[in-house]
């Protein structure tokens, strides 16, 4: 199992932007796609974006669409999501994690068993 620390959230008004990392402890990162999540309290995990293991295959939710952008760094094992035009409903605790392919990595909230870290929160409000 491949560790991973989340971190770069924190609070911005509406319309602002932030960039969260995903920092593996080992390289083995690079053999897996990569996905990151979102949590709001009382609500299931919920996939918002995911990158294939060779940076080529993607997948956005429909609500991120043309305002998140996942990308990755085989050299330092991490991924990363550069969020703009933030909105209110996009706070939430922040996760990203890893399977075999993006297909696997979409389906991870609903894998029981699935380990998580800690997260980063994202809170929008003015």
């Known amino acids: 199992q491949v560790s991973l620390v989340e971190s770069g959230g924190g609070m911005v008004q509406p319309g602002g932007s932030l960039r969260l990392s995903c920092v593996a402890s080992e390289r083995t990162f690079n053999f897996y796609a990569v996905g990151w999540f979102r949590q709001v309290p009382g609500k299931e995990r919920e996939v918002v974006a995911a990158l294939s293991k060779t940076g080529i295959g993607w997948y956005y939710r429909d609500s991120v669409k043309g305002r998140f952008t996942i990308s990755r760094d085989f050299d330092k094992h991490a991924a990363y999501l550069q969020m703009d035009n933030l909105k209110p409903e996009d706070t939430a605790v922040y996760y990203c994690?890893?399977?075999?392919?993006?297909?696997?990595?979409?389906?991870?909230?609903?894998?029981?068993?699935?380990?998580w870290g800690q997260g980063t929160q994202v809170t929008v409000s003015s």
């Open positions: 994690n890893v399977d075999n392919d993006v297909d696997k990595v979409r389906r991870l909230p609903y894998n029981f068993g699935t380990s």
